[in-house]
């Protein structure tokens, strides 16, 4: 079996985020997973057995000063270490803002094909990398594959949950000469707050969502108030974001983040199209809206008819009693 | 101070988008297709430079098939000061590594200080063509700016990336791509779409750019092709004062609760 290398992504503190399980996974279907993390010297090697622990076979651990201060550089010159010492049939990285920038550069630097935004990845019969793509809200599945070079693959974040068998990984430790050149420096970072203690959207079991129709940023409460009761994650429309209810990181959809939950539940949203491309391949959806010839009750599996602020508080009630 | 704005032409995404169930391509005509939304922020973003800093020169540029151009009659309508339009049958089929090698190329002939793109394009979804396009050209890319600030030696902004928010700086010439969070675009006005007529607008094909191999250099092959049916509608209630109820019974049924 053939290396897959798989790029960890760690925060401004240096600690492995929540995408590496999902990243492991993937590289342990195409090969013999091996994490690829970039640090601070000295910094690393605390999370070499975490690594392990989510299936890493090998951890090739880079260290350079330039991490965190530079976007990109020193990742891209990372993998390009790695792939030289390891020679790797693929490389899988997460879809986010700065991983997606790695994959680009490193693809063009490396010769490799791009796979992007694959949901999940297969051995073909001959032993190349096949990526699985979910195109236009999930109306259609493709596969693909890349003719030469190292396979660049950017897999969608909470796409892949089952995780790999853990191991007890080997280590090999690199300092990295990264050209500071013209890149692009980080100048602040600001952390966000997370303490609402909710699930996070992607990758939720249930998602609360809501729309323009609640009408205020007081009102939305409502929608963190049903989520709560539902145990679900808060997500919301473009309108309910641009209207300032809700951060944007909550936004379902087209622009936003594609959720495919067991239950999804939609308040006061018109299921305008774009919305839809982010939520429709959710097992179950509720739709509450007071339109009846809203387009969300096209997809919904159980629709009411009403007002969101008579029927939510109800619900809760309903769902209070239930579980006392 | 001259600024490129990368414009692609999209099916619009108002109605059902097709794929080609052989090729895996788009369809391209089964839908309208039009400007992406993205794009017309990004041009929104230099236009507004440019009003506010005299000898700003703002130009529009794709890598399209011929029926591209519509956008960039829009792009000169809104306000660009002139367009750029690769077309060449050999871009048939061209995936992500060789649009971006022949963006490079167009942006490279035309000269700039800043390029403008969007984040994401809504039909592709990459979100890794500014990157290639910025590592082909050895320049620094700020990605998903929501806010941007430009001065002659620099530009500037901040990205809302996973672990919260960032400010990033680099020196020009530079490439950034922006967010749906950085400007709401205008609309052509009818002295816009008057003298957009009469600006320059110059089709170039791979000769012309010095980009030789065949569709560019595609390296991605698809294997297959399936399609999910269309999702149906389940029940629908009206609210009588039950239908919370309804719901809750729905969901324990459902085993959802
Ligand atoms: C390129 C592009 C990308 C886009 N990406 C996204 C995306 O990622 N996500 C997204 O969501 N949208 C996206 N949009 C925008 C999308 O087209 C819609 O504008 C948006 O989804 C509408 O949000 P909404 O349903 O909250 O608002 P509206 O369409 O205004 O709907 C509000 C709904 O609330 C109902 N309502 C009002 N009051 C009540 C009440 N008291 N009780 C019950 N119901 C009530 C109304 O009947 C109405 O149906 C995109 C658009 C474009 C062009
Ligand atoms: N064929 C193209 N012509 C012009 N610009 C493009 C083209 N493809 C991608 N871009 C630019 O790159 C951005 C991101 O696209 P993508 O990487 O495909 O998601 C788009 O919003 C455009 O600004």
Do not use: W
């Not at chain 1, 707050?193 to 959207?201: K, N, Q, Y």
């Not at chain 2, 230099?46 to 890598?63: F, I, P, Q, S």
């Amino acid at each position: 079996m053939t290396n897959v290398l798989a790029l960890i992504e760690t925060s401004a503190s240096g600690a492995i985020t929540g995408s590496a399980a999902g990243l492991i996974a993937a590289a342990s279907k195409l090969g013999v997973p091996v994490a690829v993390v970039v640090t601070q010297q000295g910094e690393g090697a605390a999370a070499v057995s975490e690594l392990g622990n989510l299936g890493a076979q090998h951890v090739y651990l880079a260290e350079s000063p330039e991490v965190g201060r530079l976007m990109a550089a020193a990742q891209v010159e990372a993998l390009m270490s790695a792939a030289r010492e390891l020679d790797p049939s693929a490389v899988i990285l997460a879809n986010s803002v700065e991983s997606r920038e790695i994959a680009g550069r490193f693809a063009v630097r490396s010769g490799g094909g791009l796979l992007v935004d694959v949901v999940d990845v297969r051995t073909a019969q001959d032993g190349s990398a096949v990526g699985v793509h979910s195109i236009f809200g999930g109306t259609y599945t493709v596969e693909a594959t890349v003719q030469s070079g190292p396979t660049v693959i950017t897999l969608r974040q909470g796409a892949l949950n089952e995780p790999a068998a853990s191991k007890v990984p080997s280590t090999t430790t690199v300092s990295l000469a990264v050209a500071a050149g013209n890149a692009t420096t980080i100048t602040m970072v600001q952390p966000v707050s997370s303490g609402s203690g909710r699930p996070a959207l992607r990758g939720a079991a249930a998602v609360v969502s809501g729309g323009r129709g609640l009408g205020s940023k007081q009102n939305f409460v409502l929608v963190e108030q049903l989520a709560d009761a539902l145990g679900a994650a808060v997500g919301a429309s473009r309108a309910a974001v641009d209207a300032g209810y809700i951060e944007q990181n909550s936004q379902v959809g087209q622009t936003g983040i594609t959720v495919s939950p067991q239950l999804y539940v939609a308040l006061g949203i018109s299921g305008a199209i774009q919305h839809r491309a982010g939520m429709q391949t959710a097992k179950t959806i509720v739709a509450i809206n007071k339109d009846e010839d809203a387009p969300i009750f096209e997809v919904a599996d159980f629709g009411i008819v009403g007002d969101v602020f008579t029927v939510v508080p109800q619900l809760i009630e309903a769902l209070q009693a239930r579980s006392n | 101070m001259k600024i490129i704005v990368l414009v692609k032409q999209v099916p619009d995404t108002e109605e059902e988008r097709r794929l080609d169930p052989v090729t895996g391509l788009l369809d391209r005509g089964a839908n309208e297709c039009v400007a992406d939304e993205i794009n017309e922020r990004a041009l929104e973003v230099a236009l507004r430079h440019r009003d506010a800093n005299k000898g700003t020169e703002v130009v529009a540029l794709t890598v399209g098939p011929a029926s591209a151009t519509a956008v960039l009659r829009k792009a000169l309508s809104m306000g660009a000061d002139s367009a750029v339009h690769v077309v060449d049958d050999l871009l048939e089929g061209a995936d992500i590594a060789a649009t971006a090698r022949v963006l490079a190329a167009a942006v490279q002939q035309a000269g700039f200080d800043l390029v403008v793109t969007g984040n994401e394009s809504t039909d592709g979804r990459g979100g890794v063509v500014p990157a290639m396009v910025a590592e082909h050209l050895g320049l620094p890319l700020l990605s998903s700016l929501n806010t941007m600030e430009i001065t002659p030696e620099r530009v500037a902004g901040e990205a809302t990336v996973e672990a919260g928010n960032l400010t990033v700086s680099a020196l020009l010439p530079a490439i950034v791509s922006v967010t749906e969070r950085s400007a709401e675009a205008r609309f052509p006005n009818f002295k816009g779409i008057l003298t957009a007529k009469r600006k320059p607008l110059a089709t170039l094909s791979l000769e012309d750019l010095g980009v030789i191999p065949h569709g560019g250099g595609a390296n991605s092959t698809v294997l297959t092709v399936s399609e999910r049916p269309a999702r149906t509608a389940g029940k629908k209630i009206v609210d009588d004062g039950t239908a919370a109820k309804d719901l809750a019974d729905f969901l324990v049924a459902s085993r959802l609760i």
